[in-house]
């Protein structure tokens, strides 16, 4: 892998360089849709809002109507009339667990580790039923036995102990008979038989939920401390209207985001560790915590994509430290020194880009105009590439696996988000407008207007995903293409840069910009570079 720099993809709707779509580094424009949705599965949802998924490689800005196909229209209105600028991380966690859906989900695998239970204590009856008949028939036949074996000390004549012989015989026979009858049972058994799961309350040693709220409950942290966002809230359960931790579905649900947000205090725990080396887990639990794992990415990307449509830049950047820490396993994202502790110690560095010689421009004119489609040029670099590289290909050598698995399967995601603010003057945050199509269409018009209220320079250009796809990739050149604000004036573009897997990453920095009025002001088109023809101008 050179060191020299690359492209790493010019965001430009309809671009025909061919070369940029082969760099190791890509930028997707999905119009909000979250880099972090690469590594979780796709659930299939009831009810679904269609989306183009060609358009993946497309610039789409957040005037395009909000949708998205894996998650329900009933659930994505709920989690938008539910969230707002000041949404904390864990509002928005909380407002994914008690989606209508995910509440549903719990609520099944709730039911299905019920049933399991019952499965298991039927089978437990009657592997005790059938221990006690073979028990008891043993008995019967050692008592039978003895009768044979009795030294009457010559009582019985000739004839007798000839009878005596008989018996013993037949008795031993039968007895033969009756244990491979036995055996064929127990292997007939085994073959048949569904696996049987270690469960919480069952098996002695064995944890699961009941273990991971009592352990979270020990250092302060169960119930959630902070429980304002479904204080006020019922929810319907078995024909009543029951408080969130009285609903065992949306219970366990929240224990998997307390569990998820707390990993630190549990992965480390010695009864974690010692059962886990006894394989006294309980599946029910731990297994559906990695399946809810999956649906909370999803739900996470729908909100980001609904908070990129209300043009709230507070909210979606909220949302990408959310899908960080869930993703990391901690509960803020202010927990860097413990990261960075963890990355010093597996890659001997920090993660870290290094952004240089920013530049703002409109491709065609010399000027800048309102309104006008202008790009922001940065150089990137990943100032943790080589020491990631190193640490990922001793990882694949060490499981035997070729050095290219770690340079081919690696994701690493950021999000650019673009604000503006003037400089010489006001300007109403009404002239970038919220569109209330596609799925925004279905939310309650009183809980957009909580986002119409925002100002101006609370309001969002644009939001841009970058995926890295390569972890060799060192440096790159960045283009970010977006609309310039409709007012003329002086304005600052801040560039919020935030990162999906990292914890302390995130950096800021502005370009300013002067906007004509190109109604009134001429403009003459910038003359085009001669292209190179045979490596020759």
């Not at 030294?151 to 008795?171: I, L, R, S, V, Y």
């Not at 098996?203 to 409950?217: C, F, H, K, R, Y």
């Amino acid at each position: 892998m050179s060191s020299s720099k690359e492209e790493f993809v010019e965001a430009t709707e309809g671009s025909g360089n061919n070369g940029m779509l082969s760099s190791y580094v890509i930028a997707i424009i999905v119009g909000g849709l979250i880099a972090a949705a690469y590594y979780f599965l796709v659930l299939n949802k009831k009810k679904e809002t269609g989306t183009d998924t060609k358009r993946k490689t497309k610039d789409v800005d957040v005037d395009d109507p909000v949708t998205t196909n894996t998650v329900s229209l009933q659930d994505i209105t709920y989690i938008a009339s539910k969230l707002n600028p000041d949404s904390t991380h864990l509002d928005i966690l909380m407002a994914v667990a008690s989606s209508p859906e995910s509440i549903a989900w719990g609520l099944k695998a709730h039911l299905k580790r019920q049933n399991i239970v019952e499965e298991r204590k039927e089978e437990d009856q009657k592997e005790a039923r059938e221990k006690k008949k073979d028990s008891s028939a043993n008995k019967s036949s050692s008592s039978n036995n003895s009768m044979f074996e009795l030294d009457d000390e010559g009582w019985a004549d000739e004839d007798e102990d000839m009878q005596d012989d008989e018996a013993k015989e037949k008795a031993k026979l039968a007895k033969k008979a009756e244990e491979e009858k036995r055996m064929a049972r127990e292997e007939l058994k085994k073959v048949n038989e569904k696996p049987k799961y270690v469960l919480e309350g069952l098996d002695d040693g064995v944890i699961g939920q009941i273990w991971v709220e009592s352990t979270l409950s020990k250092s302060g942290v169960w119930p959630p401390p902070d429980m304002r966002f479904l204080d006020e809230m019922t929810f319907e359960y078995d024909g009543k209207q029951v408080s969130a931790l009285d609903h065992p579905g949306l219970r366990r649900n929240l224990c998997h985001i307390a569990g998820r947000t707390n990993s630190i205090l549990l992965n480390s725990h010695p009864e974690l560790l010692e059962a886990a080396a006894q394989q006294k887990i309980d599946q029910t639990y731990f297994r559906a915590s990695q399946e809810f794992r999956q649906r909370c990415a999803i739900l996470l990307e729908a909100a980001l994509r609904t908070a990129i449509g209300l043009r709230n830049s507070k909210l979606a950047e909220t949302i990408v430290e959310t899908v960080s820490i869930f993703k990391i396993g901690c509960k803020s994202p202010d927990q860097v020194d413990w990261f960075d502790g963890v990355m010093n110690k597996t890659y001997g560095t920090v993660p870290r880009l290094s952004i240089s010689n920013v530049s703002i421009e409109n491709p065609k004119y010399e000027e800048m105009a309102a309104g006008d489609t202008l790009v922001i040029h940065l150089d990137l670099g990943r100032q943790h590439a080589e020491a990631f590289t190193r640490q990922k290909i001793a990882m694949c050598q060490k499981q035997g696996l070729p050095p290219q698995v770690a340079l081919q399967t690696y994701h690493e995601g950021w999000w650019y988000f673009l604000r503006g603010e003037r400089l010489d003057g006001d300007v109403e945050g009404s002239v970038l407008e919220i569109k209330t199509d596609g799925i925004l269409s279905q939310v309650d018009s009183a809980d957009v207007d909580r986002f119409k209220k925002a100002k101006f320079d609370e309001r969002l250009l644009i939001a841009w995903p970058m995926i890295v796809q390569n972890v060799a990739q060192k440096s790159g050149k960045v283009k970010i293409q977006f609309k310039a604000p409709p007012v003329p004036g002086k304005y600052k573009i801040t560039v919020s840069v935030k990162s999906q897997d990292f914890l302390g990453a995130d950096q800021e920095f502005s370009v300013e910009a002067d906007l004509v009025d190109d109604k009134t002001v001429e403009r003459k088109p910038k003359e085009e570079e001669p292209k190179e023809e045979d490596g020759k101008k």
